[in-house]
């Protein structure tokens, strides 16, 4: 079983920067990609970032330029440095991960439990 541990959400003033963290523990046998998705309140989740196991990134439009996914594979942990942040960005966060338990032999979505980003304008 994987577990996602999530941290750095918060409150920033439009303009600041934020960067959010997230941690794969468990019975990893394998992590392939690794990604960001977000969610506003009546809105759909959406994906936000999204890097493959061979560090292959893509990003939604709305944040390109100003968000940057990496991953540190000798750690089990994918990262979204955010910048220049909007009003719009405000959302809970959601990491996901496609993995495989150490005694599993196919792989699955596993998510976070989500945290939380608010800009101010």
């Known amino acids: 079983q994987v577990h996602l541990v999530e941290s750095g959400g918060g409150l920033v003033q439009a303009g600041g920067s934020l960067r959010l963290s997230c941690v794969a523990t468990?019975?990893?046998?394998?992590?392939?990609?690794m990604g960001w998705y977000r969610q506003a309140p009546g809105k759909q989740r959406e994906l936000v970032a999204h890097?493959?196991?061979?560090?292959?990134?893509n990003y939604a439009d709305s944040v390109k330029g100003r968000f940057t996914i990496s991953r540190d594979n000798a750690k089990n942990t994918v990262y979204l440095q955010m910048n220049s942040l909007k009003p719009e960005d405000t959302a809970v966060y959601y990491c996901?991960?496609?993995?495989?338990?150490?005694?599993?032999?196919?792989?699955?979505?596993?998510w976070g439990q989500g945290t939380q980003v608010t800009v101010s304008s």
């Open positions: 996901n991960v496609l993995g495989r338990g150490y005694t599993s032999i196919s792989f699955r979505d596993y």
């Open positions: 468990g019975s990893i046998g394998s992590i392939n990609a």
């Open positions: 890097v493959t196991s061979g560090t292959t990134t």
